[in-house]
Structure formats: structure tokens, C-alpha cells
């Protein structure tokens, strides 16, 4: 029987050109690819690796206290100033009362130093005066001891009137010494007290000031406890209880900013060569998957890698060394505009891809920012109504008749009863 004979690609035409048309659709698909990657995909960078970050407001209180009341729960939507958490009061009453009343009493014991300056003005014209007589007595008596001493021999004054003149002269000198004395005294003592009220007013005195300070301290321990939101944002991890006793400092709940998140794009250290900060990006969240499409732009290259500030870095000066392609978070920066159509939360995952065209931009910044990153006014009222409520109380003893300015005494509650309303008037936790 004869062998099979196999017939070779070149006696048959159709699979000869076959392979041909192959080869060349490979050829062209590799042409055509490598075009691509020199015209477009050689323009951008991708990573997967994205996430996106926000700041993550913690709120916490400044004194220390028992929570009354929480006005909001996790997912809920907060405006800048509204009151979270309500501590106990109590004692943040007592404490202001205390110092509201020291301050009265230290207006009115300064007063009267400036009062007392005209007092002992006067003092030491009465003494003067006193000094002045002293000495018009003095004289008389030399005078008188001048006539009779010659007197004495003749017989026309008698000893014993000639001895009296000499007492009353040894009186008069006396006298005048100690007018003197007391004229000094209350010179003295005038000094003593200018010393306590020179070039100062009883609002600027060291010891209102002192006292103010102390009223402004209770006054912001009372306002603190009441807790308000920063920014405004949505609730998370609330750890806080109603009764609890917290202490100052301690995390009680969070607040997110949603409409000011970025994304964090951790790229290779291979991809970071033309990456330069304005550079455009384009990201998809998972969330929406590939019909939405976010634009942003680089706003800085991080100063590190990821395991260079992770809480336990890579020994890679050990013998056992592996090396790892390390990845550097570059910040990217979102559109307001379709944050806001599409809302993101911290820590989903992006897709991001910049287009690296343009190389002309800087790899670090070289100036240092001009604006705050982040900034909240919900404490400036409290400051501005400790301030006036010391005025206030400064100008009622000092006799004046101010009355409390409204915004101060808007939200107080009622004096205890038997207390005085100018000194210890409350001014408790707008409800």
C-alpha cells in the first residue's frame, strides 16, 4: 500500500493566498495600532487605581460635659451653625454668674481709686493749710518769746510767764512738725493711689481687664456647649449617646463636605514622567459606570509614596528584598458643576486618565497657597457676644444705664430669683 503524500502550502494556491491575506491584515492591524499608539494613546496616562477623598469634619467638643440633646443622626444633611450635640449647662451657669459678678464688684472697687485721687487731693489741701497755721503759730510764739526775754531781767515779765511762752513756743514747733509730716503722709499716700490710675481709664484698667477676661472665658464655656457643624455637609460615624459624659476633644460624630470632594490617582513611578500639575483628566466612577464622565485637572504630585508614609513603611534595606512598583497619589480636582449633577461619596472607586499632550506645566509647586484650604465663621458670634456682654456690664456699674445688647440677651433665660439683674444676668444657649 502506498504511503499518504502530504501536499506542501506552495502546490496550493487558495491557501498560499490565505495565509498571505492573514500576514498582511496582521502587518496592518500592527501598522495601524502602532499609529494609534503614537498619535493617541501615547497622549495619556490611565490608572484605575483612584479614590475619591474628602475632608472628614470631626466634630468635637471644646469643654467638657454631659450630652442632653443630638439634633442629628448619620446621613443626615446639615447647614453650617446648626446645633449637633447640647451638653449640660449647670455648672457653665454658676461659673459665669460667678465672674460676672466679680467683674461688677472690680468696676466699682476701681472707681473708687479714681475717686479716691480727688479725695486725697483735697486732703492734702486741708493738710497744707493745717501746715500753714501751724507755722503762723509758730512765729507768733518766737515773736512773743522775742519781746519778753529782755524783759525777764527788769522784772516787767515774770518767770513763770516767761516759762510758759517757751512751752507754747516748743508746742508750736511741734506743731509744725507734725503738719509736716501729715502733709507728706497724704502727698504719699495721693502718689500711692495716681500709681493704681495713671494713664489709664477704669475700662482699661488691669483689673477690669483681668475680670473681663474671666467673664469672657465663662461666657464661651456656657456658649460651647452647644455644639454647632463647621461646614456644611451629611452625618457620619456619630459614636455619640444622650447622657454620656464626653470630655473635651473626644470625636463625637462627623460631618462630610460632598460638594468639595477630589480624587487621589495613584499612578506608577513609570507614568509620573509627563505628569505635570493643569494637566486635563477624565474619570468614570464605578457608581455610574461609563455613561457618566468626569473633568478635572491635576492640582499636585504628592512630596512621596504610598508605603513612604504608611504606618508601618517597607524595610527595603533588609537582606529578604523584594522589589514593588511604587505608586505616587497625584490630587485631581473636580468640576463643581458635574459634582453636583452627579454626587460622589468618599472612597469610591475612578478610573482616571490624563491627557499629557501638554508638558509645559510644573511637576511641584513653587509657591505657597495663597487662600485658606479650609475655613468656618460659626464661632465669630460667640467671640463678638462675649464681648459685648463684658461691655455691657462694664458700662451698667459704671453707672452709665447701657442695657444688654439684643443679640446678647436675645436667647437668655431668666435671672435666678433674689439676683441682680445688671451683674448676674444669664445668658444661656439660643434654644
Not at 509744725?176 to 494713664?199: F, G, I, P, W, Y
Not at 481709664?201 to 456647649?225: D, G, I, T, W
Amino acid at each position: 500500500m502506498n504511503a499518504p503524500q502530504t501536499q506542501s502550502p506552495e502546490s496550493n494556491p487558495q491557501r498560499k493566498k490565505a495565509l498571505t491575506a492573514v500576514a498582511a491584515a496582521v502587518a496592518v492591524a500592527g501598522i495601524a495600532y502602532g499609529a494609534y499608539y503614537a498619535l493617541v494613546l501615547n497622549h495619556f496616562e490611565s490608572t484605575d487605581n483612584a479614590y475619591v477623598q474628602g475632608n472628614v469634619v470631626q466634630l468635637t467638643p471644646q469643654v467638657g460635659g454631659t450630652v442632653l440633646a443630638i439634633n442629628a443622626d448619620d446621613t443626615d444633611f446639615v447647614k453650617a451653625g446648626t446645633p449637633l450635640v447640647k451638653l449640660d449647662t449647670a455648672d457653665a451657669r454658676v461659673a459665669l454668674d460667678q465672674a460676672e459678678a466679680q467683674l461688677a464688684q472690680t468696676v466699682r472697687e476701681v472707681r473708687i481709686l479714681f475717686a479716691n485721687n480727688a479725695t486725697l487731693q483735697a486732703q492734702i489741701a486741708l493738710r497744707e493749710a493745717d501746715q500753714a497755721r501751724a507755722e503762723s503759730d509758730l512765729l507768733r510764739a518766737q515773736d512773743d518769746l522775742a519781746r519778753r526775754a529782755p524783759l525777764v531781767a527788769t522784772g516787767a515779765v515774770g518767770k513763770e510767764e516767761f516759762n510758759h511762752t517757751t512751752s507754747q513756743l516748743a508746742a508750736a514747733k511741734s506743731a509744725v512738725a507734725a503738719a509736716k509730716s501729715a502733709v507728706l503722709a497724704a502727698r504719699e499716700q495721693l502718689t500711692s493711689n495716681q500709681s493704681l490710675t495713671d494713664n489709664t481709664s477704669v475700662e482699661q484698667h488691669p483689673n477690669v481687664l483681668r475680670a473681663s477676661a474671666r467673664v469672657r472665658e465663662a461666657y464661651l464655656a456656657l456658649k460651647r456647649a452647644e455644639l454647632p457643624s463647621p461646614v456644611d455637609g451629611y452625618v457620619a460615624k456619630r459614636s455619640v449617646q444622650v447622657g454620656q459624659r464626653v470630655q473635651a476633644g473626644a470625636p463625637l460624630m462627623s460631618v462630610i463636605a460632598l460638594d468639595q470632594v477630589w480624587v487621589d490617582a495613584n499612578f506608577k513611578e513609570s507614568q509620573l514622567q509627563n505628569l505635570r500639575i493643569g494637566q486635563p483628566v477624565s474619570l468614570k466612577a464605578d457608581l455610574y459606570g461609563k455613561k457618566v464622565e468626569y473633568h478635572g485637572k491635576i492640582e499636585g504630585l504628592g512630596a512621596g509614596t504610598g508605603a513612604a508614609f504608611a504606618l508601618l513603611p517597607a524595610q527595603n534595606a533588609t537582606g529578604n528584598w523584594i522589589k514593588v512598583v511604587q505608586r505616587v497619589p497625584v490630587r485631581v480636582s473636580l468640576d463643581p458643576r458635574e459634582l453636583a449633577d452627579h454626587p460622589l461619596r468618599v472612597g469610591l472607586s475612578m478610573d482616571a486618565k490624563v491627557d499629557i499632550s501638554d508638558t509645559s506645566g510644573k511637576m511641584l509647586a513653587d509657591a505657597p497657597r495663597r487662600a485658606a484650604v479650609a475655613q468656618t465663621t460659626v464661632f465669630d458670634e460667640v467671640d463678638r457676644m462675649a464681648d459685648d456682654e463684658v461691655r455691657r456690664i462694664v458700662a451698667t456699674n459704671l453707672g452709665r444705664g447701657a442695657k444688654a445688647p439684643a443679640r446678647a440677651v436675645a436667647a437668655s433665660e431668666p435671672a435666678h430669683k433674689g439676683a441682680a439683674a445688671p451683674v448676674t444676668a444669664h445668658v444661656a444657649i439660643a434654644k
